[in-house]
C-alpha cells in the first residue's frame, strides 16, 4: 500500500516541520505551496509543488501529482498522533472501503478546557451531519477521488463541497487522532471563530458561491 499525503501550505513554517516529524519516510510527501515569502525546502521523501493560493487549487494540484494508491490530505499545522499508522493502514486494508474516506478525531494542541469542547462539537458534526471539515484529515482511494471529481478550484468551502459529494454513508471516523494548530481560535476567539466558520456554513448551503463567501471571509 502507497499513501501519498498531499500537504497545502502557505508560510506554514515550524507548525510544517512539525506535521512531517510525525509522517512516515515511506510515504510519498506533497508540500503544494500557494506562494509563500519563504518557500518550503525539499527533504527526502518530500516534493515541493506550486500551485495557485487557496486550499481547493493547492490539494487538487497535490492529487494529480501524487503517485500513491490511497491519498492522505493533511493540512500543514495538523500533527497526527502515533497511532495513525495502525488506523490508516486498517481501513485501507478492508475492501469495503474502497469508494469510502476516514476522517481522524479532532483535537486542538492547547490546555485551554475551550478547545476541548470546540474539538467534541466538530466530532460531533463530523459524526452527525458528515461535515468533517479539512483540518480533520481525509483518506481515501485514489481511484475514488478521481470517481467523484476531486478538489475543486474554488477559494473557500473546498473541503464542505467534497465531503457533500463523498456522501455522509461514504463517511468513516478513523481510530486515530489529528492535534491541529490552535493559533487561530486564539487570535480570533474559541466562540467567535466557529460562529464565522457557521456563518460561512449557511452561507453556502443557502446558495452564496463560495467566491463571495470568501470575499466576506476574508
Known amino acids: 500500500m502507497k499513501i501519498s499525503v498531499v500537504l497545502p501550505v502557505l508560510d506554514a513554517g515550524?507548525?510544517?516541520?512539525?506535521?512531517?516529524?510525525?509522517?512516515?519516510?515511506?510515504?510519498?510527501?506533497?508540500?503544494?505551496?500557494?506562494?509563500?515569502?519563504?518557500?518550503?525546502?525539499?527533504?527526502?521523501?518530500?516534493?515541493?509543488?506550486?500551485?495557485?493560493r487557496g486550499r481547493g487549487m493547492q490539494l487538487a494540484a497535490g492529487a494529480?501529482?501524487?503517485?500513491?494508491?490511497?491519498?492522505?490530505?493533511?493540512?500543514?499545522?495538523?500533527?497526527?498522533?502515533?497511532?495513525?499508522?495502525?488506523?490508516?493502514?486498517?481501513?485501507?486494508?478492508?475492501?469495503?472501503?474502497?469508494?469510502?474516506?476516514?476522517?481522524?478525531?479532532?483535537?486542538f494542541a492547547t490546555t485551554d478546557p475551550r478547545g476541548a469542547?470546540?474539538?467534541?462539537?466538530?466530532?460531533?458534526?463530523?459524526?452527525?451531519?458528515?461535515?468533517?471539515?479539512?483540518?480533520?484529515?481525509?483518506?481515501?482511494?485514489?481511484?475514488?477521488?478521481?470517481k467523484i471529481g476531486g478538489y475543486r478550484s474554488i477559494p473557500l468551502m473546498e473541503d464542505v463541497d467534497f465531503v457533500r459529494r463523498i456522501g455522509r454513508k461514504n463517511l468513516v471516523a478513523l481510530a486515530a487522532t489529528a492535534v491541529t494548530s490552535?493559533?487561530?481560535?486564539?487570535?480570533?476567539?474559541?466562540?467567535l471563530r466557529p460562529l464565522r466558520n457557521l456563518f460561512c456554513l449557511a452561507l453556502y448551503f443557502a446558495g452564496v458561491s463560495p467566491q463571495a463567501i470568501a470575499r466576506l471571509y476574508r
Not at 490511497?70 to 493502514?89: C, G, K, S
Not at 469542547?117 to 477521488?145: E, I, K
Not at 490552535?182 to 466562540?191: M, N, Q
Open 117 to 146: 469542547r470546540v474539538a467534541a462539537l466538530a466530532n460531533w458534526r463530523a459524526r452527525v451531519f458528515g461535515l468533517p471539515y479539512g483540518d480533520q484529515g481525509l483518506l481515501m482511494a485514489r481511484s475514488f477521488y478521481t
Open 64 to 107: 494529480e501529482a501524487a503517485h500513491g494508491d490511497w491519498l492522505l490530505f493533511l493540512h500543514a499545522d495538523t500533527t497526527l498522533l502515533a497511532d495513525w499508522r495502525a488506523a490508516v493502514a486498517a481501513f485501507a486494508a478492508d475492501p469495503a472501503n474502497a469508494e469510502k474516506a476516514g476522517y481522524f478525531r479532532l483535537a
Open 182 to 191: 490552535a493559533r487561530r481560535y486564539e487570535r480570533d476567539g474559541w466562540w
Open 14 to 52: 515550524a507548525e510544517l516541520a512539525a506535521t512531517l516529524a510525525t509522517l512516515d519516510t515511506d510515504c510519498e510527501i506533497l508540500v503544494v505551496d500557494g506562494g509563500s515569502k519563504t518557500p518550503p525546502q525539499p527533504r527526502p521523501g518530500m516534493r515541493v509543488l506550486s500551485a495557485p
